[in-house]
C-alpha cells in the first residue's frame, strides 16, 4: 500500500473511532439531562454560565457548568456535591450568592436515589470550562 493510502486509511479508522466516542458521550448526555429533567433539577439550574433566571434574574441555582469550574481539582467534590443534592444546602451558608437567585437546595432524596445523584454529579463535575 502507499504511504498516501495508508495515512488515508489511518484517518479514516480514526475518525470513524472517535464518531462512536462522540455517539456513546452524546447518549451519556442526553441520559444526565433527563434524569434531571425528570428529577427537576432543570427548575433551578441551567448548564450554561450565561443561563437565565424567571423574568431576567440570575438562576435560582448556579450554572453546572460554575460548578464544574469551582470544584475542579477537588478530590471531595463528587462526595460532597452528592451529599448537597441528596440533603440540601444551608440557607445561612450561601456560597454561590453572587451567582444565584435562590437562598438554599431543598433535599432532593424523594426526586432522585444517591445513586443517580451520584451520576449526574460525576457529569456536572465533566463538564468544560
Not at 498516501?4 to 441520559?31: C, H, P, R
Not at 441551567?46 to 457548568?65: M, N, R, T, Y
Request: charged letters at 25%; a positive charge; hydrophobic letters at 40%.
Amino acid at each position: 500500500m502507499k504511504r498516501s493510502n495508508a495515512i488515508y486509511v489511518t484517518l479514516l479508522v480514526a475518525a470513524l473511532a472517535t464518531s462512536g466516542v462522540a455517539s456513546a458521550n452524546e447518549k451519556q448526555d442526553d441520559a444526565i439531562r433527563q434524569l434531571a429533567r425528570k428529577s427537576g433539577c432543570f427548575i433551578c439550574h441551567a448548564i450554561e454560565l450565561d443561563a437565565q433566571g424567571p423574568e431576567g434574574l440570575k438562576p435560582v441555582g448556579p450554572p453546572w457548568k460554575a460548578v464544574a469550574a469551582r470544584y475542579r481539582g477537588d478530590k471531595n467534590a463528587r462526595k460532597n456535591l452528592t451529599a448537597e443534592v441528596m440533603g440540601g444546602t444551608s440557607v445561612y451558608n450561601r456560597h454561590w450568592k453572587d451567582e444565584a437567585s435562590g437562598v438554599a437546595m431543598p433535599p432532593n432524596g424523594v426526586a432522585i436515589s444517591e445513586a443517580n445523584a451520584r451520576k449526574l454529579v460525576d457529569w456536572i463535575l465533566s463538564l468544560p470550562k
